[in-house]
């Protein structure tokens, strides 16, 4: 399964490179993650919690960062094993370019894999599944750095309607008018 997104992030290059490499924000961006410890040279260890349809499974495994070129590139590989559930496999090639408004625009390209009973699943659901991981990693990644989204403030009351909230007589639903005796 392949695909690829861009997202333009409010953080300058230096910034994301830094994030991206941090054993904390990697946790904080992986759905279903319990632990990610280590560093970008050694590589990290994870343990991943996911259900993929029917199959939930605890996935232990390893992250390795290579071709890092400072604040410009990295790939992220990633191998999992799920016990009896099976095995996932993942490598995103991360490119990050100074953006016009001062942010990055990060651009990945993301290969995956499984096998075992995962695999049995059928391409559909695991190739949602897959565009999922991987889109929601990058938005977390996104809202980690740039804040929450923001959400529009509700308008402050009409002062008309304020004033007087009984301008109006109720209405009478429609089963009393029917049922009504006069």
Request: aromatic share 4%; proline share 7%.
């Amino acid at each position: 399964m392949h695909m690829s997104d861009t997202r333009e992030i409010k953080a300058d290059p230096a910034t994301v490179y830094a994030a991206l490499l941090d054993p904390e924000v990697l946790r904080a961006c992986v759905a279903g993650a319990q632990e990610v410890t280590g560093n970008p040279q050694d590589g990290y260890e994870a343990t991943v919690i996911q259900k993929v349809g029917p199959v939930k499974a605890t996935f232990k495994g390893q992250v390795t960062m290579s071709d890092m070129v400072e604040n410009r590139s990295l790939t992220i590989t990633g191998e999992g094993k799920g016990g009896a559930a099976g095995f996932a496999k993942g490598t995103a090639g991360v490119t990050l370019e100074p953006s016009e408004t001062g942010g990055t625009i990060l651009g990945y390209e993301v290969e995956a894999k499984v096998g075992g009973k995962l695999a049995q699943l059928g391409s559909r659901l695991i190739d949602g599944f897959a565009k999922k991981m991987a889109d929601q990693f990058f938005a977390r990644l996104q809202e980690t750095l740039d804040g929450p989204p923001e959400t529009p403030e509700a308008p402050p009351p009409d002062d008309a309607a304020a004033a007087a909230p009984d301008a109006e007589a109720p209405k009478k639903s429609w089963l009393k008018k029917l049922t009504r005796r006069d």
